[in-house]
């Protein structure tokens, strides 16, 4: 199973990005994705999910201003970040995992963002 994010960069406090995730091995299909930062010298934190169902949850700091979306078909899901802050520096990781037997849970490597002015 690979994950292989993209789309991190540099960018000014108010700029946008978008982040694009791709899995191979396992399908969404059935699945929760979600993408997770990690800043530094903090813990990793939930940013945003989707379910395969199409039903999105955020994390209140970036309710509003991110919106998660996926492609069944292209096993994809992308991150839109929009009037970004430098709090939302860090490393941005996707993952697809399963609540139900049989559980699993895979991590990308994660793409860096750095909101800078």
């Known amino acids: 199973v690979q994950l292989q994010a993209s789309g991190g960069g540099l960018v000014q406090p108010g700029g946008s990005l978008r982040l694009s995730c791709v899995a191979s091995?396992?399908?969404?299909?059935?699945?929760?994705m979600g993408w997770y930062r990690q800043a530094p010298g903090k813990q990793r934190e939930l940013v945003a999910t989707l379910t395969s169902g199409g039903t999105a949850n955020y994390a209140d700091s970036v309710q509003g201003r991110f919106t998660i979306s996926g492609n069944n078909y292209k096993n994809s899901i992308d991150l839109q970040m929009n009037n970004l802050e430098v709090g939302d520096t860090g490393v941005y990781f996707c993952?697809?995992?399963?609540?139900?037997?049989?559980?699993?849970?895979?991590w990308g490597q994660g793409t860096q963002v750095t909101v800078s002015s």
């Open positions: 091995g396992v399908a969404f299909s059935g699945n929760i």
């Open positions: 993952r697809v995992f399963r609540r139900m037997t049989p559980q699993y849970s895979y």
